[in-house]
């Protein structure tokens, strides 16, 4: 497992300059004005208006919340990586977010709002009756967020501060952990909301800059298929085709047989996880019930489908186009220099895995070494280890390394900016609404006699809540479990990780309301407590 750790330090493939600076330190500040402006808004010390932004919230910034909270770090990571590996299919996980968010406004949320609740477990509870289930979909609420959710943002957030700045993985990871989570319980969920749709123009509008530059690098849409085609790594494994891009690079449904992704999968199977995501996860029902009516909770699922169908554009593609445009590295010394050709085969060397690499505006300093080591396209373990520091490849590395070799200063620093808006605005929701079901879903059982300061203070720094029993975890707890659980991303793409989690663990969700309709609960059903294979 060795070869898989990405602890290490890493040399930044870019310099930055005061231009990048000014732009990072504008975003935190405008940032942090827009924070301290919506806490103003809304009275914060009732349960209502921390939790629930007071259901004062209007469409706008509850649809690019939604978009927000969905699409971290660990998207744009996992889907530039999983795009750069394998094409385009990957884009069903996000497209099947476009028909679900219209259910979650037009069947589930009607529901909910009129049942009056705060969390899903407690719309559980009071359909079906019983504490049980609700203290169990709480602590698993709790536990996918942690391993699924919270890991992979911070694995991705902190993958692409360690490419972009050459810091540690793990010092970067507590340094978010500690930033978010102190930026969340300032706020509450209004705080979160406002400064999602914050994040959310500056991540479209930044990957639209850096999706419109990566076209221009290559010639245009009309060259992407054929230049993906031919980027194959210079070492490869003998005897495989790990090596060459699939041949069904540019299909989004795939063979049900044969494909990496069949498309009886991604249609069927996958409305199963859209399902327990959009209409029943507490992060995603959390905005819709803070809405001023329904007329808006279902305007803002309009406006979140929308901005879903972006990232096969803006995120997918480009991640393509990194491997393109970046197959290998030329070392010299043992500094890394940026290539910027396409890998094409030698016509003497294709059995042999020799590639020849053009290099139309990179000359070699003198003495440099002509000898080349992949990148995102690699497959060799060693070479892999080398480059990003996992064994199993270097696909995570595809948009990071977009941004650093092709934004010019002061753009440079707006994508920094975008990373870390996506980064900010996914833990952020995931933290405020973890805070939610521990206070008013664990916390109220174990001390039904809490009264509503008390449960602000616990859903604002959970660890108020220890005086009254030690032995008891809290959030923060919780939460810093996730930062060893982020390693075993680095063994494979990361949305690859999630996902493969996910489908192991979500099936109860969903499941659940249709299987139990009409029952009252006095224990956990078997079957619950097991989770379907994915």
């Known amino acids: 497992m060795e070869g898989n750790s990405t602890a290490g330090s890493f040399t930044p493939l870019q310099q930055f300059s005061v231009a990048d600076l000014v732009v990072i330190v504008t975003y935190f500040s405008l940032n942090l004005a827009v924070g301290i402006w919506s806490s103003c808004r809304v009275n914060r010390n009732t349960v209502s208006g921390y939790f629930l932004a007071g259901r004062d919230m209007a469409w706008w910034p509850i649809g690019a919340s939604l978009f927000a909270s969905s699409e971290g770090s660990g998207l744009f990571i996992g ?121 959310t123009l500056i991540m479209v509008l930044g990957a639209i800059v850096l999706a419109v530059k990566a076209f221009n690098a290559i010639g245009g849409y009309s060259n992407l298929e054929e230049a993906y085609l031919k980027a194959v790594p210079s070492k490869i494994v003998p005897n495989t085709t790990c090596h060459l891009p699939r041949a069904d690079a540019m299909h989004l449904f795939r063979d049900p047989i044969s494909g990496d992704l069949p498309w009886t999968g991604m249609t069927f199977g996958l409305s199963i996880m859209a399902t327990w995501y959009w209409c029943t996860d507490q992060v995603i029902v959390q905005r819709s019930l803070s809405a001023r009516s329904l007329s808006h909770a279902k305007a803002g699922s309009i406006l979140a489908s929308y901005l879903k169908m972006l990232p096969l554009f803006v995120i997918i593609m480009p991640g393509m186009i990194s491997r393109v445009l970046f197959p290998g590295l030329m070392m010299q010394q043992g500094v890394t220099l940026g290539s910027a050709g396409l890998c094409c085969p030698s016509s003497a060397g294709v059995h042999q895995g020799v590639f020849s690499v053009q290099h139309p505006d990179t000359a070699l300093p003198s003495g440099a070494s002509s000898s080349l080591t992949d990148a995102v396209a690699c497959v060799d373990p060693e070479e892999c280890t080398r480059v990003c520091g996992a064994a199993v490849g270097c696909s995570n590395i595809a948009y990071p390394k977009l941004v650093v070799e092709l934004m010019p200063s002061g753009l440079r620093g707006l994508m920094i900016a975008v990373m870390m808006a996506a980064l900010m605005s996914s833990l952020t929701s995931i933290f405020n609404s973890s805070s939610t079901l521990f206070t008013m879903d664990i916390w109220r059982r174990m001390r039904p006699g809490a009264s509503e300061r008390e449960l602000l203070m616990v859903g604002r720094a959970p660890a108020a809540g220890s005086s009254t029993s030690t032995s008891r975890l809290s959030p923060a707890t919780w939460l810093l479990l996730s930062l060893p659980s982020s390693s075993w991303l680095s063994s494979g793409p990361a949305l690859t990780s999630r996902q493969a989690a996910e489908s192991h663990l979500v099936e109860p969700f969903p499941g659940a309301p249709p299987a139990l309709h009409g029952r009252h609960i006095t224990e956990i059903p078997g079957w619950l407590l097991c989770s379907c294979p994915g």
Request: hydrophobic share 50%.
């Open 79 to 199: 889907l530039a990586g999983t795009g750069a590996a394998g094409g385009i299919a990957v884009t069903g996980f996000e497209w099947n977010a476009t028909y679900a968010l219209l259910a979650l406004a037009w069947v589930f949320v009607p529901v909910y709002i009129s049942s009056g609740i705060v969390t899903m477990p407690e719309y559980l509870q009071r359909r079906f009756g019983g504490e049980r289930i609700r203290m169990y979909l709480s602590g698993l609420s709790l536990l996918l967020s942690i391993f699924t959710k919270i890991s992979t943002d911070l694995y991705s957030g902190a993958l692409f501060v360690q490419v972009c700045l050459g810091w540690n993985l793990y010092l970067s990871t507590v340094l978010m952990l500690l930033v978010t989570g102190l930026y969340t319980i300032a706020g509450g969920l209004v705080a979160v909301i406002y400064t999602d749709a914050l994040q």
